[in-house]
């Protein structure tokens, strides 16, 4: 079955960085893209980025661009975030999600994680 | 950037009633448009995907409908496990993928 384990949150204090990992297995990893979305406390789902299935092509969301990065390591079936310069408001719990679609960029999510927390705080 | 707003924010519902969820784009999705459920504590759930096509393995009960700018998320009598909260999510004209703010669905 298809699982999904987030890991690597925490609190750090603003301007700080953190590596969020993903660790994917049940499905064949390097053939599907994927996405980070993260939720902060109380409120509603935000999208953060995505990347191919082979790697080749990112996007971020504006309030990341520039300060967050997406990898994946599909020898390792793993995906990255790596996230610097930390605002408080990054606070968030933050997800990996699977698409949906083999080998294309289909971006609607079929498998979640179940989410590590991120606390940017003083 | 595509603004889903999804209606009512909150729906007050009774066992064995109809749920009908609205999502509104700004601006035309054609039917790049999902479903996902979540509850308290946990990660959210695809429901519909493509307006639609139900994912693999939700019940009949959970239906979506709609193109362009208008679409419904109906459940056709609710589940005691169905109250929870209930997001669209648009993936037309990306980056940024967008997700409406959310509607509770809770018990009356």
């Known amino acids: 079955q298809v699982q999904l384990v987030e890991s690597g949150g925490g609190v750090v204090q603003p301007g700080g960085s953190l590596r969020l990992s993903c660790a994917a297995s049940g499905f064949t990893f390097s053939g599907y893209a994927m996405h980070w979305v993260r939720q902060a406390p109380g409120k509603g789902l935000e999208w953060v980025a995505f990347?191919?299935?082979?790697?080749?092509?990112?996007h971020y969301a504006d309030s990341v661009k520039g300060r967050f990065t997406i990898s994946r390591d599909n020898s390792k079936k793993t995906l990255y975030l790596q996230m610097h310069s930390l605002r408080v408001e990054d606070t968030a719990v933050y997800y990996c999600?699977?698409?949906?679609?083999?080998?294309?960029?289909?971006?609607?999510?079929?498998?979640w994680g179940q989410g590590t927390l991120v606390t940017v705080s003083s | 950037e595509i603004v889903l707003t999804q209606s009512p924010a909150t729906l007050s519902l009774s066992p064995g009633e109809r749920a009908t969820l609205s999502c509104r784009a700004s601006q035309s999705v054609s039917n790049y448009l999902a479903w996902y459920q979540q509850k308290p504590g946990q990660a959210p759930r695809l429901l519909i995907y493509?307006?639609?096509i139900r994912a693999t393995g939700i019940a009949a009960r959970f239906s979506g409908s709609g193109s362009g700018t208008d679409f419904t998320l109906t459940i056709s009598s609710v589940e005691p496990e169905d109250f929870a909260v209930y997001y669209c999510?648009?993936?037309?004209?990306?980056?940024?993928?967008?997700f409406g703010q959310g509607t509770r669905l809770e018990i009356k």
């Open positions: 999510q648009q993936r037309s004209n990306w980056p940024p993928i967008t």
């Open positions: 990347i191919r299935y082979d790697g080749s092509n990112e």
């Open positions: 493509d307006a639609s």
């Open positions: 999600a699977k698409d949906l679609r083999y080998g294309s960029s289909w971006s609607h999510f079929d498998y």
